[in-house]
Structures are given as C-alpha cells and as structure tokens.
C-alpha cells in the first residue's frame, strides 16, 4: 500500500501540489486525470523520489521514501516515457536489465510473447515506431515485477487493439495485486480499467470511485465546468 501523506511540490512560486493526502491499495488502479500541464508528471516523478518532498510524506508498505530510499524504490517502476529508452539498445537488452536491478524472475520470452512483440524484440529502440517503444516500455514493467506500477500515459499513440491489450494487461496486474497509478486523457479506457479516479484540478486531488459513470462527463464537470445532463 502506498501511503501520502500532506505532500507539496512547487517549481519555485508555482505551486503543483497543495497538500495531497491519499492512499493507494494493493490490487488496484487508479486512474489520474487532468489536463495538459497540471501536474500528473510531477506527481509520479515525487511518488519515485525524483522530485523532493521531505520526510514522512510517503511510505510504500510501511517504508518511508526517506529514510529507506533503496528499500522503497525497490518496490516500485517508473520510467517516464519512451524518449528515456536507450536508442542503440534493443528491446530484450532493457529488459534483461529491468530483470537483473530488480531482482526478478520473470521470464522474459513469455513477457514479449504475451505483448505480441516476438518481431521486434531483437531490434534497436532507434527501429521502433511509437506505438512499438510503448510495448517495450510496459514490457519492462512486467519484467520489473514491482509492487507499485506508477505509469504515465501508456495508451499514447497506441492503436485500438494495443488498448485493449494493455487493459488487459493492467487487470492482470491489478488481480496480482500489484497498484497502479495510470495517468490518461482516455477517458473511456480510464473508466474501463480503474477502480478509482484521481483528477487533479487547482493543486488537489478530487478522488471518485468509479460505480460506471461516464468519465467524459465528469472531466467536462469537473474540468470545463460543463453542467450534467438528465
Ligand atoms: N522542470 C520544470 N521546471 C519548471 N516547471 C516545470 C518543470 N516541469 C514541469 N513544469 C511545469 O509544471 C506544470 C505541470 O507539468 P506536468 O508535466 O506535471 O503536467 P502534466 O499534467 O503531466 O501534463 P501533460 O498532460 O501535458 O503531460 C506545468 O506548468 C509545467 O510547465
């Protein structure tokens, strides 16, 4: 379980996060929605450390960020976005490294096999189209292993097949009992795959369960300030 408490980030005078407090279940996804540069990035990037956020902020299955740093990033993934994959590496190079810092045992074959990625796996990052370095990226997610999967904008320049096979994908996880924090502008995925969402709005964190609402009336609710209709 991924525990917040009273978290702020600012870069600078602009504050990002005011006060966040919330917890994230094992066995769960949460969805987490705001418009283009609110703050979901720099959320993720404080949940892993790479952004400060002081002591006794966040403990992730009791163990405080700060005062254990490798005993809690041990148990979680993040890697931003493809950009951030090694473009002269192939795909089975990076997750032959995921699997060996992680310490996991996942096997690898099954892992490419079950993303449909048994063409590409051999080739170089720099060889890849979009949706291709997407499959990697969650490829090494899997391989990770990690509690806490922390995932920004997965489904990016994915096709609708892609989709629907990362969704799946996420339900594995989550029937695992691992917890994911999934930011997305997709609203019908969102309301597909989560169990609760998250939508940032003015520097705090509007927290809804999702019982089957429609998500994209919520986003133009909370975010547009649309009215509901009957
Ligand atoms: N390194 C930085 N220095 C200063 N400001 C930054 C930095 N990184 C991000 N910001 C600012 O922080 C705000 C939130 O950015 P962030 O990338 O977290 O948004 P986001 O919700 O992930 O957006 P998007 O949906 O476009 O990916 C933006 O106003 C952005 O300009």
Known sequence: MLKVQHLNFAFGHQVILNDLSFTLPDGSITGLVAPNGTGKTTLLRCLCGLLPSGPQVMTLNGIDLYQ????YLGQLFFLENSNQLYADLTVID???CVRKMWHSSVDLQTTIAS???NGYAKKRIRDLSLGMKQHALL???LVADAQLMLIDEPLNGLDPTSIRQFERIFAEQKAAGKTLLVSSHQMDSVARVSDDVFFLKDQKILAEANTGQDMMAEYGRIFLGEQAHA
């Open 115 to 117: 993303l449909g990625m």
């Open 94 to 96: 990076h997750l032959k």
């Open 68 to 71: 254990k740093r490798k005993a």
């Open 139 to 141: 490829a090494m997610y």
